[in-house]
Structures are given as structure tokens and as C-alpha cells.
């Protein structure tokens, strides 16, 4: 009981510093630093976080519209005017901290990139058409189904580990919670007509972490690299 009422004071000292203290945005990519000048005071967390958002979603939205692959590597780091540290919020987390609906769509549906969205457990959830298009699939056809169900390895090729170095990617991002990647993997995909095409992938998969710091999604990022790959 003690801690608890030790944990709830801290948190509303925490709450009270940020509703009277002057709070600076800084957006940090790569070897990039983006920072606010002005600064702002804010009611409460909840709504420092809510500006957050906003500044990378016009980020993301920017890069989306120039064509640039989407960037989650992106930090967004909250400080007062001596820097000290209130928050640190990673943009997967910005984007994608909502309500399932229509997540992935709502960043990415348009973009040239392939993203897939699934449950822990490799259910898919949601895909955009650059993902569907280079798979020759539909969305209502694929969502709802694990997805090494609806993509199997070619049987005709015996020699075939395109889901097991999948698989193996998936649950290394689920049990470290950071990105994992394989490339030029070999993973046959069968067209509207029944027959396999030989393809070659390079995966992106990383995990969407919830409030609790548990692993509430899975995004990959494919790229169809069948043209790079010597015959």
C-alpha cells in the first residue's frame, strides 16, 4: 500500500512539473536533430504526447507524399530549457498507439512501400496495396488468417526456407522488441492463377510495443528485390 501511495504521488509530482513548466519537442532521426525553438506549457502528459503525434504524422505524411520509404526510426524527445528529459516517445508508438481500425492505412496506404500489420501471434490484420500488389492478394482474402497459412513455401521447390527464416525474424522481434531484418530471401509467391513465381525479399519487421511495454503488433516491411538477385 505504501508503494503505491509513494507511486501516485510521484506521478502526480510529475504531472504538476509538466502543467507549469516551459517543454521543448525534439524530433531525432538518423543523425538528425530537429528542435523547436519556442517551446510550450502544457495541461498534462497526455497532451504533450497528443503534439507529438501531430509534429510526426506531418513528418511521415511529407515523406510519404515525396515517395521516401517511412522512417520509423524516429524519436521524439521531450525536454525543458535545461534539457532535462520528460518523456521519449518512439514513432511507432505515436503512429500506430490507437485503436486497430484501420492503423497501418491511416500512414502508409498509399505509399509505394509494402507494409503488413499482425498480431504477435501472425494473424494478419491489415496491409496496404503496395503489399498486395507485389503479392498478388486482396485484403479481405488475407486478413483474419496467420500468415504463413496464406503464404506458404513453394512445394515445389524442396529446398525452400522462405518461412522458416521468416518465422525466425518474427519471433526474434518479438522476443528482443527490436527490428529484425533478413535479405534477399528467397520466397515463392503464387499467383491469381495457381502457379509459382520465384521471388526474392528483404524484411523489416518490427514490433508495436503497448503502454505496458508488451508487444501488441507486428509490422513487416517488405521489399520485392526479385530484380537484384543475379539468375
Known sequence: MAVAIEQAAAK????????RTLLFTHLIFGDTRISDRDGRIYANLAEVRAA????????????LESGEPLRLDVVVEITDSNGRVFDILSADYLLFETHVGNRLGKVAL??????????PDFVILDANHAFLKSTMTDLPTITGQEIFRMFPDNPGDPNAIGK????????????????RSVHKLRYDIRAR??????????????????DNG????????????????PN
Open 164 to 179: 522458416t527464416a521468416l518465422a525466425a525474424s518474427f519471433h526474434d522481434a518479438l522476443l528482443t522488441k527490436t527490428t
Open 214 to 229: 508488451e508487444v501488441e503488433f507486428l509490422v513487416s516491411n517488405v521489399e520485392d528485390v526479385t530484380r537484384d538477385v
Open 12 to 19: 502526480q509530482s510529475r504531472a504538476d512539473a509538466i502543467s
Open 110 to 119: 498509399n505509399s509505394r512501400h509494402s507494409y503488413l500489420l499482425l498480431r
Open 52 to 63: 507529438a503525434k501531430c509534429t510526426v504524422r506531418r513528418v511521415v505524411a511529407t515523406w
Open 193 to 210: 492463377d495457381g502457379t509459382w513465381q520465384e521471388r526474392y525479399w528483404t524484411s523489416f519487421n518490427f514490433p508495436i510495443l503497448d
